[in-house]
């Protein structure tokens, strides 16, 4: 039965891909990986909860970027997958460093946003 729903929820997946073409694929991890590929957001639960996302940056600068999700930690961010699998990140993610990019994540795709307000 459980390889059934397996089967159904890779196939939901695929149809999600499709649709949506994603640019950031979901793997949801116990540890930290030791590699950080490109194009996938790892979800990371170390305990029971997931603690820390980590991806790399959209804008091509190659750094890898960790955001924490334990509430009582500040910054903090949030995520959600919808039933296709598709990661979207809350609220937008906004580097002080280096490339300063500020984009949203939503539904595995990047939408940047303006540089008006960028200082
Ligand atoms: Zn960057």
């Given at each position: 039965?459980?390889?059934i729903s ?8 695929l ?7 994603p ?5 949801e ?18 305990g029971?909860?997931?603690?820390t996302?980590?991806f ?6 190659d ?43 939503t ?9 008006f307000?960028?200082?």
């Amino acid at each position: 039965m459980s390889q059934i729903s397996n089967y159904v929820r890779k196939l939901i997946y695929l149809v999600g891909e499709l649709w949506f073409s994603p640019q950031y694929a979901l793997q949801e991890e116990k540890e930290f990986p030791t590699q950080v590929k490109n194009g996938v957001v790892y979800i990371i639960s170390e305990g029971p909860e997931p603690d820390t996302i980590i991806f790399k940056c959209p804008c091509g600068c190659d750094e890898v970027i960790y955001l924490n999700l334990l509430k009582d930690t500040w910054p903090c961010w949030d995520f959600k997958i919808s039933w296709f699998g598709l990661v979207s990140i809350l609220p937008s993610v906004r580097r002080k460093v280096r490339c300063k990019s500020h984009f949203y994540l939503t539904s595995g795709r990047v939408k940047n946003c303006s540089n008006f307000f960028d200082y």
